[in-house]
């Protein structure tokens, strides 16, 4: 009896030597405690007077792009840190996030769908393998359920409105919603990339999770930016694909192609920031 209740005692000490160890690995000089508890940074309220002119914009933003792949990278989870969908997505699964239909053409936050609905965004997630019985050389078929391919998600759908605050003096931007896109082949044959749409998230909803994970700073490990932050400073570069228009929001691809459609998207962000300057004299 003694012998046993020296062995419970002696596993209760390694187990609770186990934790402590666990508890006292950190992952780097200090403990980061900052972004876990950081909150977004809140905006300032406009007032409809204020917003004399607007124009809401659809732009795309290409994670391929050196200046976008902060957006793009970690593939995989590296030291608490993951890219812009991962993090989305594990919104979406612990229902801390709402996601919206992006297949429809009423608008961009009508339809909410839930995490088994964004799955069927990829397709079909269960596929066939073959096991081998290495005693008897038999073969079987057997299903698994396949992992979501987070690297085929290579661009962004950004709506945000542009308007100029008379109070400020300043023409103003403000993100409304991000809608991650999925780029890849049907068939590992095809030559054609297919884009699809996955869902829209709601941009002031999901703020405060964005604030909470942050991306690596290429010069200063210290001071990484939060996602958030990335949104807010424009730190990315895209290009604009629709303005709203009398045409129930045709985007530019219906009207012009190739160069032309290059030369739109360029007029209508000109066009947006000459608003401004056009108010000035010199």
């Known amino acids: 009896m003694k012998k046993l209740a020296l062995i419970l005692i002696s596993l209760l000490i390694g187990v609770a030597s186990l934790n402590l160890l666990q508890a006292q690995v950190i992952d780097g000089a200090y403990s980061k405690r900052t972004t876990l508890d950081r909150k977004p940074a809140p905006l300032p309220m406009v007032r409809e007077a204020d917003a004399v002119w607007s ?28 890219n812009l969908f991962n993090i989305l997505l594990k919104g979406v699964e612990g229902k801390t996030i709402t996601a919206f239909d992006a297949q429809g053409e009423d608008g961009e936050f009508i339809k909410p769908i839930d ?18 019985d290495i005693n008897t050389g038999n073969e079987t078929q057997d299903t698994v359920r396949a992992s979501i391919p987070l690297n085929e998600v290579k661009q962004l759908e950004i709506k945000e409105v542009w308007y100029f ?27 054609v990339f297919v884009r ?26 210290a001071r ?12 990315f570069d895209g290009y604009i694909v629709r303005e709203e228009n009398v045409y129930n929001n045709r985007p530019i691809q219906l009207y012009a192609t190739g160069e032309y459609a290059a030369k739109e998207s360029e007029r209508i962000k000109t066009a947006i920031f000459n608003y401004e300057q056009d108010l000035w004299e010199y």
């Open 196 to 221: 699809k749409r996955l869902f829209w998230v709601y941009y002031p909803e999901i703020r405060p999770l964005l604030a909470r994970n942050e991306s690596l700073n290429s010069f200063n490990g």
């Open 115 to 132: 995490f088994n609905q964004v799955k069927l965004q990829f397709g079909d997630t269960i596929k066939k393998i073959t096991v081998v």
């Open 165 to 191: 605050d008379k109070q400020k003096s300043t023409l103003q931007v403000r993100i409304l919603g991000v809608c991650p896109i999925r780029v890849y082949k049907k068939d590992p044959k095809d030559t």
């Open 55 to 82: 124009r809401t914009v659809w732009r795309i933003v290409d994670l391929r792009e050196k200046a976008n792949q902060h957006f793009y990278y970690p593939t995989r989870e590296i030291q608490g840190r993951s």
């Open 224 to 235: 990484n930016l939060s996602f958030d932050d990335l949104f807010l400073t424009r730190r």
